[in-house]
């Protein structure tokens, strides 16, 4: 599986981005796509994760309420909607998908990171 995230960018407090992963190759052995995050000296962070066929979600207490995750299964895509952005969103963020046979698991396959800068 090969994973490529885009959609980062540059924007400010309070503002909106959309983050897409798209997601090629042995799509059909993908349990669930996540979305990391990690911001400069410090630990990468989960974000939230979309289990593919299901599409059942999870999300990070810090994001609750302000990103919503999907999943667009005829493009291979999944999407991070970040609204009400704020200065500690800022990160490289990374998407990852995790296979059937790990599904209680981590995740396997990465993409490379696009970076988000959320200025005050």
Same mark, same amino acid.
């Given at each position: 599986?090969?994973? &490529?995230?885009?959609?980062?960018?540059?924007?400010? @407090?309070?503002?909106?981005?959309? +983050?897409?992963?798209?997601?090629?190759?042995?799509?059909?052995? /993908?349990?669930? /796509?996540?979305?990391?995050? &990690? @911001?400069?000296?410090?630990?990468?962070?989960?974000?939230?994760?979309?289990?593919?066929?299901?599409?059942?979600? +999870?999300?990070?207490?810090?994001?609750?309420?302000?990103?919503?995750?999907?999943?667009?299964?005829?493009?291979?895509?999944?999407?991070? &909607?970040?609204?009400?952005?704020?200065?500690?969103?800022?990160?490289?963020?990374?998407?990852?998908?995790?296979?059937?046979?790990?599904?209680?698991?981590?995740?396997?396959?990465?993409? &490379?990171?696009?970076?988000?800068?959320?200025?005050?």
């Amino acid at each position: 599986v090969q994973l &490529q995230a885009s959609g980062g960018g540059l924007v400010q @407090a309070g503002g909106s981005l959309r +983050l897409s992963c798209a997601a090629s190759g042995r799509t059909f052995s /993908i349990y669930a /796509i996540g979305w990391f995050r &990690q @911001a400069p000296g410090k630990e990468r962070e989960f974000v939230a994760r979309i289990t593919w066929s299901g599409g059942s979600t +999870l999300y990070a207490d810090s994001v609750k309420g302000r990103f919503t995750i999907s999943r667009d299964k005829a493009e291979n895509t999944v999407y991070l &909607q970040m609204n009400s952005l704020k200065s500690e969103d800022t990160a490289v963020y990374y998407c990852a998908a995790k296979p059937h046979y790990r599904a209680s698991g981590g995740y396997d396959y990465w993409g &490379q990171g696009t970076l988000v800068t959320v200025s005050s």
